[in-house]
């Protein structure tokens, strides 16, 4: 009988496998982990073959002198099934209580619109590695499709290099007004 290597490096039998993945995903609070809701382990790796991902976004507050950059709650994305809306709220929130913090805060707060508009981070392989293992999680991950951006995120990405580009003109016709 095939042997398989369990996340903590046991080895498992075609049997134990099986009904390892048979379990569902549970997060740290004993919940399931949001979006894998009704999902077993061996569901949510046919899914990431598909695109699905874990993903987590960055948003950044300031106080003053101090800015800090944290991380939303960890939530799945099925495969097709956009994140944008999600990137929205939090690079909306960054945008008004991260950039005003001196000297860091404008800096973490790009960083994290930058990231969010690139669909957040991907927590995947990481998630993945402590569930399945290493071994099997760097295979799946080498056979599944990447994700495509919905609109939502290519609006989100439009919005802020209008805003940029905004910016950039008001910037320019205010030097070039005093001469």
């Known amino acids: 009988m095939e042997q398989f290597a369990s996340p903590s490096s046991q080895a498992w039998s075609q049997d134990d496998l099986r009904q390892y993945l048979s379990q569902r995903l549970i997060g740290d609070k004993g919940k399931p982990v949001p979006g894998t809701e009704g999902m077993r382990i061996e569901q949510i790796e046919d899914d990431i073959l598909r695109g699905g991902r874990f993903r987590v976004f960055l948003w950044t507050f300031s106080v003053l002198i101090m800015s800090f950059q944290r991380t939303s709650g960890m939530r799945y994305y099925r495969s097709g099934q956009g994140c944008g809306g999600t990137a929205w709220g939090w690079t909306l929130l960054s945008a008004v209580v991260g950039w005003w913090g001196i ?75 005093s001469k």
Not at 127 to 153: F, H, M, S, T
């Open 103 to 177: 000297p860091w805060g404008i800096f973490l707060t790009i960083h994290s619109i930058y990231r969010n508009c690139m669909g957040g981070k991907d927590v995947t392989g990481e998630l993945l590695a402590n569930v399945v293992g290493p071994e099997r999680a760097r295979g799946i991950l080498a056979r599944a499709r990447q994700p495509q951006a919905d609109i939502a995120l290519w609006l989100l990405r439009i919005a802020v290099m209008a805003v940029v580009l905004n910016f950039a003109v008001i910037i320019y016709l205010a030097v070039n007004s």
